[in-house]
């Protein structure tokens, strides 16, 4: 795949891997990554990383959560080969989901909870992101999702 190609959406390919099983599928996400300045000769570089980028939450096909379900992510920063403490901004979640975060040590944990029969979508609306903005080592904007 080129970066000119179509498949991705806001930078990025979501690939979905499918087995004869309809209930057995994984997906992946593939970000386009683009060439920044050029650092000061010798600085580190910053990297921010997020346990699970790619998460379930069932639902019926009237969009309700079937079962109840709760997804924890780590998130985690460095620069260069040090842990650093990153900033995160949670996005505003749907309706039927609440979304936490947590601070230990030099991770945030960021917990989503939806309830069970919680309305997050409905038969049109078969997919969706959460977009959280993370800021670590002076740098500030940068985008994960789930």
Not at 41 to 48: D, K, P, T, Y
Request: charged share 10%; glycine share 8%; net charge neutral.
């Amino acid at each position: 795949m080129k970066p000119s190609h179509a498949v991705f959406f806001n930078n990025v390919a979501t690939i979905k891997v499918t087995t004869s099983d309809n209930n057995c599928y994984d997906v992946h996400s593939i970000t386009k990554l683009y060439d920044g300045a050029t650092g000061a000769a010798g600085a580190s570089a910053v990297n921010v990383i997020m346990q699970n980028e790619a998460e379930v939450f069932p639902c019926t096909n009237d969009g309700l959560v079937s079962p109840a379900r709760t997804v924890t992510s780590a998130i985690t920063a460095y620069k260069g080969t040090t842990a650093i403490t990153p900033t995160v901004t949670l996005p505003t979640a749907p309706s039927g989901m609440t979304i936490t975060q947590a601070t230990s040590g030099n991770t945030v944990t960021v917990t989503m909870t939806a309830a069970n029969n919680a309305t997050l979508g409905d038969a049109a609306t078969m997919s969706g992101t959460l977009d959280f903005t993370i800021s670590a080592g002076g740098i500030s904007g940068i985008k994960k999702s789930l």
